[in-house]
C-alpha cells in the first residue's frame, strides 16, 4: 500500500478511536494518549498492514494491545460506555485528523535518535529488558529515555 494511500485510511478512520479510548481509560488526556500512541504504533507498522484487512479494525486492535501491555500496567482500568454516549463523543472533523496525522509524523521525526529507537522499540511490543538487551543500555537509561521520548512528543504534538 502506498503511503499517501495509507495516509488516507489513517486519516479517515483514526476519528473512530477516541469513543473506543474514552472506554479504556476512563480520562479524555488519557484517552488521547492512548490515541496518539496507536497512531504512532500505526505509522511505524504501516509496512504490515495488508490490503483487504480492515483497517479500522486493525487501529482497534492496535489500540486495544496498547491498552492492555501498557496503560493497565500503570493502574488505569476499563469502563463501559453506553452506545449512545459513545456515538455523542465522535466528531468528524478530517483537517484536524490531517493536522494530527502530520504532526505526529514530524514529532515522531524529530525526536533526537538516542530517544527515537528505544521509544519505536517500546511502541513495537518490547519490554524494557529486550530494548536493553538490543541496544545495550543500561534498564534504567531506556526506562529514563522512553519517558522523556513521550514528553517530548506530547509537547511538540499538544
Known sequence: MEKKEFDHLLTTQSK????????????????KDLIQDTLLK???NS???????????WLYTIMRNLFVNN???????????ENEE??????ENNGESNMRLEGIRTALNRLPRQYYKPFTMYLE?????????SLFIPIGTIKNRIHVARKILRQTIS
Open 16 to 31: 473512530y478511536l477516541k469513543p473506543q479510548a474514552l472506554r479504556f481509560t476512563r480520562d479524555a488526556d488519557d484517552a
Open 42 to 44: 500505526a505509522i511505524l
Open 47 to 57: 509496512d504490515k498492514f495488508r490490503d483487504g484487512t480492515n483497517f479500522k479494525g
Open 71 to 81: 496503560y493497565r500496567k500503570r493502574g488505569f482500568h476499563t469502563c463501559t460506555l
Open 86 to 91: 459513545a456515538t455523542n463523543l465522535h466528531v
Open 125 to 133: 511490543g518490547y519490554k524494557y529488558h529486550e530494548i536493553t538487551d
